[in-house]
Nanobody
Framework: QVQLVQSGGGLVQPGGSLRLSCAAS????????RSWYRQAPGKQRELVAT???????NYADSVKGRFIISRDNTKNTVYLQMNSLKPEDTAVYYC?????WGQGTQVTVSS
């Protein structure tokens, strides 16, 4: 059974950067796509970024050019580098694979 453990996140000023990590334990195949979602207060969970096993990435329009998703298959870990953060990026961020979810990480962008 796959378990996902997230790290990173926290409080950052607008324009700052953060990196989230999501490490998978258990058997997970490098061919599987991995995703990051976020959920802001009072809003539905939304897809932020995806990466295929081949490393092809896709982003929500709201984060294109600012966020970078990457993966290290040797560590079963996926990353989300978040740059030029805005207050509207404030949310709980979740990683996901095969409908298995990480525990969530709070990201707060505020001055």
């Amino acid at each position: 059974q796959v378990q996902l453990v997230q790290s990173g996140g926290g409080l950052v000023q607008p324009g700052g950067s953060l990196r989230l990590s999501c490490a998978a334990s258990g058997t997970i195949f490098s061919i599987l796509g991995r995703s990051w979602y976020r959920q802001a207060p009072g809003k539905q969970r939304e897809l932020v970024a995806t990466i295929t096993g081949d490393g092809i990435t896709n982003y929500a329009d709201s984060v294109k050019g600012r966020f970078i998703i990457s993966r290290d298959n040797t560590k079963n870990t996926v990353y989300l580098q978040m740059n030029s953060l805005k207050p509207e990026d404030t949310a709980v961020y979740y990683c996901e694979v095969l409908n298995t979810w990480g525990q969530g990480t709070q990201v707060t962008v505020s001055s």
